[in-house]
């Protein structure tokens, strides 16, 4: 008993180490903006009457999120004049975007959307990439900042920090609305204002976290020289003045995607497989999952507290014990566990189908399922992370965390069809069946990467991830 004692503390500490404190308040200055975009901004304009048609085009602005890795590669070989030279790359780059937050947040403050909803909708789209630049650069301060076997607690510590930066920025805003104007059913504008300027302070958690944090160090040596290399080679054949901003182009925006397939070979077809299929089984259920608890009969109620709520604290719950069991037992293992328990749990909705309105069972499911997917998001974000190389972390990981969602979010797109199709039933068991190919993915990659490892001495995956 005691030894189990021990180990479950050693397991457990990683969470008292400095960075997890870090990235849970990073986590919460990259989860604040994306809801004053979201919902909270839609909400906002309906109740100015802004009408349906304009919200919708509003929520374009969105796609910024999507398309981060296209700038990625600036976060990771540009210097920004000033915020480099004080605070390093990483550091540098984050002060600078959550800055720019702080004004974007503040201009939509002060603007009326009833007045001037091209302003408001301008800042909306700065907020948006300023949000989106942020992400990229905490993404490579975290994978940066520790070793792998530290990544799932890190991971887990921003979830919790973006998570409750959303639940501030949603129920938190709408509240401090509430409170300007008490009493008032109709719309005041100076109560969404306050809101909003309310939004900005916050950032200043972001801002005084990284004033406070210490660059990463990274060897960029290999990347550098790479660079030059280029330069001299360029210098060859275009004018000096060309040749090294086509040489940092090429190093910047190229070399990444080179340098990821000359460390990998051929497995780099499997990593990519794996990356664009793991989170298909709860892709595609998720889709469905609000439609379902309605056509079961479930409150708005009911599937708020239970979903939205109690399933979100699941998920944190699960993140953090895919961080202790990742420390314990290494990368591949827990992202095998957690591929086969979230499609396992999709089983779980193919009976609430079957049975039909049942709540404890529904707590059940969702507390399951969601304690499932928190494991397999934690292993996964610390496998995606151990994929990439110094110098070009930003850039790969924007670009493989795009790949994740590809497959999954086309497959989805014809879940309502199947349900029509074949019903609720089929569609979960379905759903749960997709998921176990992946774990073949795995067990190949896991194989392979120790023939290699026996054959070379130098690992395609990360030796540390299999140390048990």
Not at 70 to 89: E, K, N, Y
Not at 237 to 248: N, S
Not at 335 to 358: C, H, M, S
Not at 405 to 433: Q, R, T
């Amino acid at each position: 008993m005691s030894e189990l004692f021990s180990r479950t503390r050693e397991a457990l500490s990683v969470y008292y180490h400095k960075r997890v404190v870090i990235l849970l308040l990073l986590g919460f200055s990259a989860g604040l903006p994306l809801m004053l975009v979201f919902s909270t901004l839609s909400f906002w304009l309906r109740e100015a009457g802004v009408d349906r048609a304009a919200i919708g085009y509003f929520s374009w602005i969105a796609l910024t999120y999507a398309f981060k890795w296209a700038w990625s590669p600036l976060v990771d070989r540009m210097s920004l004049p000033i915020f480099t030279r004080f605070f390093g790359r990483r550091r540098g780059w984050m002060l600078f975007a959550q800055l720019c937050l702080v004004g974007a947040i503040a201009g939509m403050s002060f603007s009326d959307p009833l007045v001037d909803l091209e302003r408001l909708a301008i800042c909306a789209f700065l907020l948006a990439l300023a949000s989106a630049t942020q992400d990229i650069v905490i993404d490579a301060f975290r994978i940066e900042s520790a070793p792998e076997k530290m990544q799932a607690a890190l991971a887990a510590a921003y979830q919790v920090g973006y998570r409750g930066a959303m639940i501030v920025a949603t129920a938190g805003a709408l509240t401090i609305a509430a409170w300007v104007d008490p009493g008032n059913d109709g719309y005041n504008l100076e109560s969404w204002q306050t809101a909003y300027f309310v939004m900005a302070l916050l950032m200043s958690v972001g801002i005084i976290t990284t004033l406070c944090s210490k660059e990463p160090e990274v060897d960029t040596k290999s990347a550098d020289e790479q660079e030059l290399q280029l330069k001299q080679r360029f210098a060859q054949k275009y004018p000096p003045k060309l040749a090294a901003p086509l040489a940092w182009l090429y190093s910047a925006s190229v070399l990444p995607f080179i340098d990821f397939f000359m460390r990998y070979g051929k497995t780099a077809i499997l990593i990519l497989l794996l990356i664009s299929c793991y989170r298909i089984s709860d892709i595609v259920m998720g889709i469905m999952a609000n439609v379902f608890y309605v056509d079961m009969g479930f409150s708005k109620e009911e599937i708020a507290f239970v979903s939205k709520v109690y399933g979100l604290i699941m998920t944190l719950v699960g993140a953090a014990f895919g961080g202790v069991l990742l420390v314990r037992y290494g990368t591949m293992k827990i992202l095998f566990l957690g591929a086969l328990l979230v499609a396992i749990t999709n089983l779980l909705f193919a009976w609430q189908a079957y049975i039909g309105y049942n709540m404890p069972f529904l707590t059940f499911a969702i507390s399951v399922d969601n304690f499932s997917a928190g494991i397999a998001t934690a292993a996964f974000i610390a496998y995606l992370s151990s994929l990439t190389s110094s110098g070009y972390s930003a850039t790969q990981y924007a670009l493989l965390s795009s790949i994740m969602l590809l497959f999954p979010k086309f497959i989805a797109g014809f879940s309502g069809v199947y349900v029509d199709a074949f019903g609720y039933v089929n569609f979960f068991i379905a759903a749960s069946l997709i998921g176990f190919p992946v774990l073949i993915l795995i067990s190949l990659l896991q194989r392979y990467s120790s023939v290699k490892h026996q054959q070379t001495d130098e690992p395609i995956l990360s030796a540390e991830a299999d140390k048990n």
